[in-house]
């Protein structure tokens, strides 16, 4: 018979074995709480629990203790998740194997969608229910309390860095930011959580920006899979790769609505002041695509595609010259846009290196007709 010690440290030896009873029961009241007889389903399982643990059956009474957290967790009511472990902990001749499957394996699983509650109910813990643990349960459990607070933590670190950077309008920053959210076991674990995170990094992606670092990380983000949750703003994001012109009124039809109701866009001035800012990265993206494609364009010409006054395409015009996100000379009395293409550095040495070969190999045939005239009068000279 196997030994088991209860949380007083007396040592019992199983006496019924209630594996069979189990395997009828528990799925039995996973499908009682299911069609919403919550209550009923615990009452039974209690019921089970009592028999095992006065069986002295560990194996069992585990499997019991963690059936009852997970109707719990799958039934979303923390309150009785929270009730029924301490309960549980606190019974007469508890097993404290049993205990310490529920509190360490149940915990880390059920509870990873919100990490608050995890912590929350596994701190709530008496301090008799430490001392009925050995020493490397003892250590698993305070590791495991670490773990759920230190995701907290994080969560909340990332938070207040994203209302700074918010504030002061770094947008890329603040996508990095909601990056590393998106990247948090709890935040993947629950979908509205994950997807409305993924959203947020694309758009403040769109807001940043362009340089090279956003370009990059533009393309990493494309090849998220977690976009494929969100096909909209994966299709968003696209427009902004594409050497294609946008218009703003067709993109302003087919998601502002969308777009609005996301916090992003919606609420307070800020919100306001990044819509136009989605705008201005919209000129700019047309811009560039001009830029690609033409070498000399008329002001009235680009102002039509962007749908803007001359003067303020002249102003979009001249703030991107500064940034150096293209190269353009203006001839205002023509009202003619020279635009120029922005040359790699290696480009411009290849090129260079081209130009000196040629150059180098017009030396050598001058100086090899130098030499063959040279030649010549000798040998004329000679025959003389």
Not at 88 to 93: D, E, F, G, V, W
Not at 189 to 206: C, D, G, K, N, T
Not at 319 to 326: D, E, G, L, N, T
Request: with cysteine; net charge neutral; hydrophobic share 40%.
């Amino acid at each position: 018979m196997e030994t088991i010690a209860t949380d007083s440290g007396k040592i019992v030896k199983m006496e019924v074995d209630y594996t069979s009873n189990c395997d009828d029961k528990i799925p039995e009241c996973q499908k009682l709480a299911k069609s919403g007889k919550l209550h009923d389903a615990l009452d039974q399982l209690l019921a089970l629990e009592k028999q095992t643990r006065t069986g002295a059956d560990m194996i069992s009474t585990g499997r019991v203790l963690v059936a009852i957290c997970q109707i719990c967790r799958e039934a979303g009511n923390w309150a009785a998740l929270s009730e029924h472990i301490v309960l549980l902990t606190k019974r007469r001749s508890q097993l404290k194997q049993a205990v310490a499957k529920m509190l360490i394996d149940t915990l880390r699983q059920v509870t990873e969608g919100d990490i608050q509650e995890a912590a929350n109910i596994i701190q709530e813990l008496q301090v008799e229910t430490y001392g009925s643990m050995d020493k490397r349960e003892k250590v698993e459990l305070i590791l495991e309390q670490m773990r759920l607070c230190t995701q907290d933590l994080k969560l909340k670190y990332y938070r207040l860095m994203m209302e700074v950077d918010q504030h002061e309008g770094s947008y890329l920053a603040t996508c990095k930011h909601y990056r590393a959210v998106l990247n948090t076991p709890s935040v993947m674990a629950v979908p509205e959580e994950r997807q409305s995170a993924a959203q947020a990094v694309v758009l403040y992606l769109i807001l940043a920006t362009h340089d090279n670092e956003q370009v990059d990380l533009t393309h990493r983000v494309l090849t998220d899979k977690i976009l494929d949750e969100i096909p909209m703003y994966k299709q968003l994001l696209k427009l902004f790769t594409t050497p294609e012109l946008i218009k703003w009124s067709g993109l302003c039809e087919i998601y502002e609505n969308q777009l609005k109701t996301t916090p992003v866009f919606s609420g307070n001035e800020q919100a306001k002041k990044r819509w136009t800012d989605l705008k201005s990265r919209v000129v700019e993206h047309n811009i560039r695509v001009m830029a690609k494609y033409y070498t000399r364009i008329r002001i009235a010409r680009i102002a039509q595609l962007l749908d803007l006054s001359p003067a303020e395409t002249e102003e979009f015009l001249s703030q991107m010259v500064v940034s150096k996100s293209v190269q353009a000379k203006t001839d205002r009395p023509a009202g003619v846009v020279h635009f120029q293409q922005i040359k790699d550095p290696s480009d411009t040495l290849n090129d260079w290196a081209h130009d000196l070969s040629q150059l180098m190999q017009l030396v050598n045939k001058t100086t090899h007709l130098i030499n063959k005239e040279e030649c010549v009068h000798k040998h004329l000279q000679a025959t003389a």
